[in-house]
């Protein structure tokens, strides 16, 4: 085992942090405060080949490995979590799935535009009446000739008013439950499809997330990703990768918590003395650390199966529900250490612990991430599918023979 990273993955990892800190830091507070989405940044982001990271070069991408990918979302995450819900979406839950799932016809045209951020994509999963039970789409897709005619709705889709294509998750056959869902890419401008921006949210204010209405929307067979009857593989891949990038968020999140408490407790002054000298204080600043570090093994674990191209759907769950949690109590005393300043929008631990909170929520919630772990643990379902030896040890020590 090799905890080093290759001097490649630390120049993205710097060239990432530098970014950040000098493109994305400068405009958080204001975008946040108006709660507006910034169309300047994100083209800086596209610009300087974010979008284009993990994709293969053929398609217009950088060919980075995941490891790469969760140390540069870690430092988007650690200035800003709605930007860096915007690279997420993006990358994990349009490009990857459509690199994955889509026919060379659809990678050609999607991914270069995709990576240059010509277009921005968004995922459509969540309905109003089906968010952890993802099963239970309403959306309906009929067939109709060579075309199917879609209607439904789909709300806090992230990415949803700037979307150029989203993948939308349809049922076709109620009679088969979820083996008669289909995903379909779906252009924006489609007649019939249009969308909401969603406001009044408690946090990643500035993050664009939206209702998405689909009044007979008509889109060519060629237009589904995958075959009939894998939607519901496609949703949970997608998932797979999303989730993943919400666990290096939650890393991002622990690392600002982290920098923020440290500078402020070794300036802030009670009884005499600097409050980092408490030991109460202390302890605190210690828990963020030690859970920054394993939310971060955690991580690279997932993103080091990824990269071995396996199934990881349980580290990638223990990854994220481990992230979230821990990113919210770390946030908790990011404010503690701040005091009654960090109850005031005048310091960004506010705006990080609003932003924290969401982490636990979605890409599958605490809740449906304990399942995973616990089904999988107690042999009800195992979450690298079939196959999985029972013997931890074999889990991480021959990957090659998960199927
Ligand atoms: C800011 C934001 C952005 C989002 N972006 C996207 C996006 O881009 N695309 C997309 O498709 N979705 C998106 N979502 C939706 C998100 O994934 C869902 O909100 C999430 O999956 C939870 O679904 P729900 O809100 O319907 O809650 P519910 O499923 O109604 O859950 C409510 C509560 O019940 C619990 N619960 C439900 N089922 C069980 C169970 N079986 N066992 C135990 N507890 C259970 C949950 O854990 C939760 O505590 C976004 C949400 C937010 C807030």
Not at 61 to 79: F, K, N, P
Not at 100 to 117: C, I, R, V
Not at 174 to 201: E, I
Request: glycine share 8%; aromatic share 8%; proline share 3%.
């Amino acid at each position: 085992m090799d905890f080093n990273l290759t001097s490649d993955q630390r120049a993205v990892w710097q060239w990432a942090r530098d970014f950040a800190d000098k493109e994305i830091a400068p405009k958080v507070e204001e975008n946040d405060q108006k709660a507006q989405f910034d169309f300047d940044l994100m083209k800086k982001i596209a610009d300087n080949g974010f979008f284009a990271a993990i994709l293969p070069e053929e398609y217009g991408g950088q060919a980075m490995d995941h490891i790469s990918y969760a140390l540069m979302t870690e430092e988007i995450a650690r200035v800003d979590s709605s930007t860096r819900t915007l690279f997420s979406v993006q990358i994990s839950l349009v490009e990857k799935p459509i690199m994955e799932w889509g026919s060379e016809a659809q990678k050609k045209h999607y991914l270069p535009k995709l990576a240059s951020g010509e277009m921005i994509g968004c995922f459509g999963l969540t309905e109003p009446n089906a968010g952890s039970d993802a099963g239970n789409q309403q959306t309906r897709a009929v067939k109709d000739g060579d075309h199917y005619v879609l209607n439904g709705q789909k709300t806090w889709i992230s990415n949803g008013t700037i979307a150029h294509v989203a993948i939308i998750i349809a049922q076709t056959d109620p009679s088969k439950g979820h083996k008669g869902m289909c995903a379909f890419l779906v252009d924006t401008d489609t007649k019939g499809f249009t969308s909401q921006k969603m406001g009044n949210k408690l946090g990643l204010k500035s993050s664009d997330t939206a209702e998405l209405f689909l009044d007979n929307v008509r889109v060519p067979e060629s237009a589904m990703l995958g075959k009939p009857g894998e939607g519901f593989k496609v949703a949970m891949y997608c998932l797979d990768q999303g989730r993943f990038s919400v666990a290096c968020g939650g890393v991002g999140v622990m690392q600002a918590c982290i920098d923020v408490s440290t500078e402020y407790a070794m300036e802030r002054e009670a009884f005499g003395q600097k409050i980092g000298e408490f030991q109460m204080v202390q302890s605190m600043i210690a828990d963020m650390a030690v859970d920054c570090e394993c939310g971060r093994l955690l991580v690279l674990r997932a993103a080091h199966k990824k990269d071995q191209g396996v199934r990881n759907t349980r580290e990638t769950s223990m990854a994220k529900l481990f992230c979230a949690d821990a990113a919210n109590r770390a946030a908790y005393n990011a404010v503690q250490v701040f005091g009654g300043y960090g109850f005031s929008e005048e310091y960004p631990v506010a705006r990080i612990y609003r932003d924290a909170r969401v982490l636990s929520l979605y890409e599958g919630t605490s809740q449906i991430h304990r399942i995973i772990v616990s089904h999988d643990e107690l042999g009800l379902r195992a979450a690298n599918g079939p196959g999985m030896p029972n013997n931890p040890i074999d889990r991480y020590s021959n990957p090659a023979d998960l199927d």
